[in-house]
């Protein structure tokens, strides 16, 4: 009846019994909700488009929590759940649930191993639902993705810091187990910006480099970290590149 008279009035309600069939009969979460999302998408001023939406964000949290048990809960699976909430999303921004779906889509996207698209969906929830709980743990959230980034990829010095002023200002939104997360965070993100800085400055001591440029190098390193973890290491071979040079005088 949809299919050969998509404009009679009929047709809305056929498409609805097509949609409840699948998911109270057959209990299909993936082809009730693309059923349902028909109805919305083709009929949404003759159905009950909030309660449609609702029904579709219900069949994604489904297809969430079967994909878990059921073991099988591969990329492809992953995929489709995200897309799912993304959908309800794009349907209802404004949806009492929709700081949750947006949390699961970020969990997803973190799943997926695509942790930059993770970042901006935490980004966003905290920015259009500001003040909810989901954005309090987006906030922790977003913060342990952008660790897991920096971990991956050490050398980048430029993410690195942004990472840093990140937490903190996250240490100033959130206490107690929350902020002594991420203050443990923070701990590791300048250790490992000192780090980088290091080797960068072990880099011109070498044949291949001038001993003026070694010294440069390591002055400029305790200059920034006059107390860090290689700070005593640093002043050692700045002293001992520093007699050398006496001594050739």
């Known amino acids: 009846l949809v299919k050969e008279w998509p404009a009679a009035p009929e047709a809305v309600k056929a498409q609805r019994a097509l949609a409840d069939i699948r998911w109270e009969r057959e209990k299909d979460a993936e082809e009730a909700y693309r059923e ?12 009950d488009y ?5 029904k579709m964000y219900e069949l994604a949290g489904v297809m969430r929590i079967e994909g878990k048990t059921i073991v099988f809960f591969n990329f ?3 995929i489709d759940v995200r897309r799912a909430y993304e ?3 794009l349907r209802a921004p404004g949806a009492k649930w929709a700081p949750q779906a947006m949390l699961q889509i970020g969990e997803l996207r973190e799943e997926e191993e ?12 905290r920015n259009l639902h500001s003040g909810t709980p989901e954005a309090k743990q987006s906030l922790i959230k977003e913060a342990a993705v952008r660790m897991q980034i920096i971990r991956e990829y050490e050398y980048n010095r430029e993410r690195c810091r942004d990472t840093i002023d990140f937490l903190k ?4 939104s959130v206490d107690g187990a929350d902020l002594e997360l991420v203050e443990s965070w923070l701990k590791e993100a300048r250790a490992q910006i000192e780090s980088e800085a290091f080797r960068s400055a072990k ?4 044949r291949m480099r001038t001993r003026r440029s070694a010294i440069n190098a390591y002055e400029k390193f305790l200059k920034d970290y006059p107390d860090g973890a290689h700070a005593n290491e640093a002043r050692l071979r700045l002293e001992a590149l520093k007699s050398a040079k006496e001594v050739e005088k």
């Open 50 to 54: 909030e309660k449609v939406i609702d």
């Open 203 to 206: 880099f011109y001591d070498s």
């Open 76 to 78: 492809r699976n992953t």
């Open 114 to 125: 695509r942790y930059s698209e993770a970042v901006k969906v935490y980004e966003n929830l």
């Open 169 to 172: 200002m996250a240490s100033a």
């Open 87 to 89: 959908g309800c999303v």
């Open 36 to 47: 349902y999302r028909y109805l919305a998408d083709f009929y949404s001023l003759d159905c």
